[in-house]
């Protein structure tokens, strides 16, 4: 019974946790448009964050070279920070 509970517990935090965005419907629009950004950041970053790492081990396992892994993992946040550098410079009006 009691693994029972153990899933009847997580469950409720999980939706109380997916209900926490509600939150947003009741704030002002001044203080939503400065959090909306980070809170997009966040929400990418952490499906990013849960695949790579969830992929990780995967790959760790498959090529020998751990070190071939790791620069790797480098190039590609060197690449993306490059390209979002980029993609914000090209997109600001400001003159």
């Known amino acids: 019974m009691t693994t029972f509970f153990w899933i009847l517990g997580s469950g409720l935090l999980m939706s ?6 509600s939150i947003t419907l009741i704030l002002k629009k001044e203080t939503l448009k400065k959090i909306l950004l ?15 790492f969830h992929m990780l081990p995967i790959s760790i396992e498959q090529i020998d070279n751990n070190n071939l892994v790791f620069l790797f993992v480098a190039l590609g946040f060197l ?9 914000h410079w090209h997109h600001c009006h400001r003159r």
């Open 38 to 52: 980070p809170l997009v950041a966040f929400a990418a970053g952490s499906l990013i964050g849960g695949a790579f």
């Open 16 to 21: 109380a946790i997916a209900l926490s965005g």
């Open 79 to 87: 690449s993306f920070l490059v390209l979002e550098q980029f993609m």
